[in-house]
């Protein structure tokens, strides 16, 4: 009987306490159920990120078509690089990028690059490049004259003429 | 007509000289669809890079090869390349120099001493600390071992890039969110090469699947002698470099 | 390049943390430090410290508040931040914050803050009138229960909040300290002494913020200083100064020594960019300096107006001394590059998101709050107030 009034009063007592929990309790459904709502699609499938984002970052446009697509065309610029020294650089590593050309070829039409300053980025004397690497100081090697006046950039040995 | 005829090779000439492969993909590059590009199974791949120090000739065609593919801001750099120069024994002081991230190349310095040209570019560590501190999600590594960057959830808070020990990270300041080097996940998942490989005109970088049984990676791991940058950090480092010199850091 | 000097990654030219996420720390460490000392009255039983008990309970409510809001203006796209509650990322150090933030506003503090001034607000909802009245109705949540039963219980209730609210103040801020201390890329932040370090810096400030409040609303509302309380908190200051002091040198000392492959650059940095900020403000002046005059009264006696003179002077010196260690280690930590050949400069930006104008905003901005619950929620003594 004196335990029944206790606990009466106790929870009499307490009852203020329980609307703070009560607030509490909808504050943290209310959370979940917005969490359920907004949360991406498909979060966590693969790991803790949202996998359409792979998609994101794959749709961006391409620029550098790429070697193979550049000689499915140029069958003949092919050949010419193959005996020389030039044939494991990529078309594009002088040419610049390509990829629209590659698209509609008569949409982009490539300008020649000027050899007089495309050559020396990668000939130009420096003691940092590696020892066994073609090097030349254009200003004395040269004259100023472009490159291609002697060398063929496809294949840039001299032959000796006639 | 001479137009025509290379017309005529391109659709000819495109599938007997591309691996299949890549014929398809090419297809849907053109139609600048690439998430639907069909026979690319993100299980099959685990991307790496490697990096043959001794062909680098710091002309800064990747540096300019990424910025151009990736829309990279100016002053901002996804891959770079670094001058060392070291007076013989002082490899714990060595000089180092990146002018513009070596985009404009560099011009010659140094006369003596040891001299050499370091590319960089994310590591895509398999264990990486920025995929680790991220409190959102925003960066993760993918199945096939590429960390990227999600824009459309990144909160712009920064933590990634002060966990990066190789300072591979900056704030995009158009998107207000982290930018790393991706690897060129758009094009590699097409049967392409990355940017920068495909414009380093000696070869210097090698894009590796070390996925592929058949991908020349695994004789050059096993004959060379290979080390990742600040193997200390253990972070799974996937950008194996032939002959690094202790200095660099 | 400007403020470069040796070599820096291109990419660490820009700093990423700026004087926004200094206040951070700083803010969060007055919200746990004023919080500690209001928990010294209710849990430990010193009653000398009573009068700054509920003081320090709305002081530590007034910048807890504001602690998140230098984050969310420092972020990229602040509109993203709900994202940390929505997919908290495990394994992030930083993931966890607002979770602990929230519990830590809501289970500890606006529970203690509510079952402290119960009886009073009921009260208040009877007597008063106006918009006062109806904000007073609302707090009450509805129940008018004062008995003496009910309130043995509120009392009951606090008592354990409080109890759970110390290692909770301790969490909060040692967090902060972790999301630092485990950069492992950043040899500056990288110790696991500094979820230690941040604890007793944040007891120290905030004991000084509650100490110099005490004094100054008194002195505002002229009323009567309890010597015998602010004698007890520059005590305390006291002792946590110098556990504070002798864990940071533990940790200057540790690095000298060991002196690992970041010892130059870290050694440069305090002797050149950091040499103000850390050795004269941080250490000299603001750590010394406090240190000497706090332990020189309790060592001589001296009388009431001097002590005021030492209190208010030591404890503004520490404030500045707390603020100078944050700075020391947000903008410290990225003066160095990550390949320890070089520095880069600070340039502190002023009317911009990120600049010195918001920075000194969000600092006034607690004391507006404060303002706003000493209003609704008085502090002070029955018998003062009513006078």
């Known amino acids: ?162 | 007509m001479e137009m025509n005829r290379r017309e005529m090779i391109a659709d000819t000439g495109k599938y007997i000289l591309m691996t299949g492969a890549a014929a398809i993909a090419w297809e849907y590059v053109l139609a600048g669809k690439a998430e639907a590009s069909p026979n690319y199974d993100v299980t099959k791949h685990w991307w790496a890079m490697i990096i043959d120090v001794d062909k680098c000739i710091g002309c800064g065609n990747c540096v300019r090869a990424c910025a151009t593919e990736n829309d990279v801001p100016e002053g901002y750099f996804r891959t770079w390349v670094e001058r060392y120069h070291i007076e013989d024994w002082k490899s714990e002081n060595p000089e180092v120099d990146s002018p513009n991230g070596g985009f404009d190349g560099f011009p010659d310095k140094h006369q003596g001493g040891k001299n050499f040209f370091i590319p960089k570019l994310c590591n895509h560590c398999a264990d990486s600390p920025c995929v680790q501190v991220c409190p959102v999600g925003a960066t993760f590594r993918t199945p096939d071992g590429v960390v990227l960057v999600d824009e459309k959830y990144c909160l712009g808070c920064r933590y990634c890039i002060q966990a990066c020990p190789y300072g591979c990270r900056f704030l995009n300041p158009k998107k207000n969110t982290a930018d790393k080097c991706t690897l060129c996940y758009h094009r590699i998942t097409q049967g392409l090469t990355t940017a920068c490989c495909e414009s380093c005109p000696t070869s210097a970088r090698v894009l590796a699947d070390l996925k592929n049984p058949k991908d020349p990676v695994h004789e050059f791991l096993r004959t060379h002698n290979v080390q990742v940058l600040k193997p200390h950090m253990a972070t799974g480092a996937k950008v194996f470099y032939k002959n690094l010199d202790g200095a660099v850091r | 390049m400007h403020g470069v000097e040796g070599y820096i990654y291109p990419n660490e030219l820009e700093l990423q943390w700026s004087v926004l996420v200094v206040l951070y720390p700083y803010i969060t460490g007055l919200v746990a430090g004023a919080f500690i000392l209001a928990s010294l009255e209710r849990v430990f039983k010193v009653d000398a410290v009573k009068p700054t008990y509920r003081l320090a309970l709305l002081v530590a409510l007034a910048f807890l508040l504001v602690a998140p809001l230098p984050l969310q203006m420092h972020l990229g796209h602040p509109e993203r931040s709900f994202e940390m509650y929505l997919t908290p990322h495990k394994s992030s150090a930083m993931a966890m914050f607002g979770f602990v933030y929230l519990w830590y506003l809501m289970i500890v503090l606006l529970m203690e803050i509510w079952l402290e001034y119960r009886k009073d607000i009921v009260q208040w909802s009877q007597s008063g009138a106006g918009f006062k009245r109806l904000i007073y109705k609302v707090l009450t949540l509805g129940s008018k229960n004062i008995s003496p039963g009910a309130l043995k219980v509120d009392d009951k209730v606090g008592w354990f909040i409080t109890l759970i609210g110390i290692p909770s103040a301790f969490l909060l801020h040692g967090y902060v300290g972790f999301i630092f201390g485990s950069v492992k890329a950043n040899p500056w932040w990288s110790t696991p002494l500094m979820p230690v370090v941040f604890i007793f810096s944040a007891m120290v400030s905030g004991i000084a913020a509650v100490l110099l409040l005490y004094m100054l609303t008194s002195k505002l509302k002229k009323m009567v200083i309890d010597m015998r309380c602010v004698d007890k908190i520059a005590q305390y200051l006291l002792y946590a100064f110098i556990i504070d002091f002798s864990l940071e040198m533990l940790d200057l000392i540790h690095r000298i020594y060991e002196a690992d492959e970041s010892l130059n650059a870290l050694d440069f940095m305090v002797h050149t960019r950091l040499f103000f900020s850390q050795v004269i403000l941080q250490i000299g002046l603001g750590t010394l300096v406090p240190i000497a005059l706090l332990g020189l009264v309790q060592m001589v006696k001296f009388s009431e107006v001097v002590r005021k003179r030492i209190y208010v002077f030591a404890g503004s010196l520490t404030m500045i001394s707390i603020l100078a260690m944050r700075w020391n280690v947000v903008i410290g930590g990225q003066l160095f590059s990550k390949s320890f050949l070089g520095y880069t400069s600070y340039k502190m930006e002023f009317a911009t998101r990120e600049g010195l104008l918001p920075a000194v905003a969000l600092v006034l901005l607690p004391f507006a709050i404060l303002w706003i619950l000493v209003k609704l929620l008085p502090p002070w003594p029955k018998t003062e107030a009513a006078a």
């Not at chain 1, 929990?21 to 979940?32: K, Q």
């Open chain 1, 1 to 162: 009987m004196l335990c029944l009034l206790g606990m009466k009063d106790f929870l009499r007592n307490t009852e203020h306490l329980s609307r703070v929990v009560l607030l509490l309790v909808v504050g943290l459904i209310a959370f979940l159920l917005v969490r359920r709502a907004v949360v991406p699609a498909e979060f966590g499938k693969w790991g803790h990120y949202r996998p359409a984002s792979l998609d994101d970052v794959r749709a961006r446009p391409i620029k550098f078509a790429g070697r193979e697509a550049c000689e499915a065309c140029h069958s003949d610029q092919v050949e010419a690089k193959s005996k020389g020294k030039h044939v494991n650089v990529g078309c594009e590593a002088c040419h610049g990028p390509l990829a629209k050309h590659a698209e509609d070829p008569s949409a982009v039409v490539p300008q020649l690059p000027d050899t007089a300053i495309l050559c020396a980025r990668c000939h130009e004397a420096n003691s940092a490049k590696p020892k066994g690497f073609p090097q030349v100081i254009t200003a004395e090697h040269s004259a100023g004259l472009p490159c291609n006046t002697c060398h063929k950039p496809h294949n840039p040995k001299i032959v000796s003429e006639n």
